[in-house]
């Protein structure tokens, strides 16, 4: 049984999910709200009619193939790219209009966009004083990221991981209620992994409102609460995981009972699909397995084995995206 709390609902917006408690003293200033979003360049059209909403308090992973727009959808949120049409805003408010948007929306993107010839130290330092952040700031984020025994060295010489440890520093920098992130875990080892894992989730747990793109689905899996899928620049599914996961196909109930044929029989209702896949063992559709086990009690049936299966996140991405992908590699499924 889920035992997580039921929220009130989120502010006015295209997304209607809850909103939690430790969210509302951030609600008004740190959520990302795109409407009819549109971005084309010439005759291609990158971005068409997006419209979501991002919350505090939660992950939110920002998933699509390649080419599906996801990369020019979170320029126009940090003021590098003019969507053509609609608007995308932070708080009700364009970035370009934030008065210190360092303090509010922490952004990495590019993670190799530093000065080669710097270092750590002067790269987060030159943001610092940019943005009138305390000196102690940049020495406590470089120990945070374990960057602090290598903040002397030029940033050129810094591995894929140890780049994006640095981007990560630069993002929080400001200490901000929103941050972006493209690709986070991109070039990280396990235990880097592990580290972005858990910090991602504290900072959520703040109340902060977390935005990241990635390809790893084992990954957002562990945590990400809400999703937004797009292809080909348009929206496919939106909404908390389990919604898009219900979206892409349903789940079954996996009954392993010697009392098979009766239990098979009680189990029959209304868009529900009872299927023997061996001896023994039943597969359900259209039923919880609190159900089951239930009308199991009821017909007194032995269970040997009650397990819902659903699809993965893997799954559901392939599933939902199968239309939309540019590229399709000969000999997949798709």
Known sequence: MDARPRYRKAPTGPYPGPMCPRCAARS???VIISEHLTKRYGEKTAVEDLSFLVRPGVVTG?????????STTMRMLVGLDRPTDGHISV???RYSDLPDPLRHVGVMLDARAVHPGRTAYHHLLALAQSNNIPRARVHHLLDMVGLG????RRAGGF???MGQRLGVAAALLGDPEVLVLDEPVNGLDPDGVLW???LLTRLALEGRTVFLSSHLMSELALIAEDLVVIGQGKMLASGTVEDVLASAGPSTVRVTTPDAGRLATALQGPGVTVASTEQHRLEVSGRTAAEIGEIASAEGAILHE?????LTLEEAFMTITQNSVE???EGTNR
Do not use: D
């Open 28 to 30: 008004v200033s740190s």
């Open 196 to 198: 972005m894992r858990r």
């Open 159 to 161: 591995s894929l991981g």
């Open 149 to 152: 025994s290598v903040a002397g």
């Open 306 to 310: 009650l397990s819902a299966h659903g």
């Open 91 to 93: 708080g009700g408010q």
């Open 62 to 70: 920002f998933l699509g193939p390649n080419g599906a727009g996801k």
């Open 327 to 329: 590229y399709n590699t």
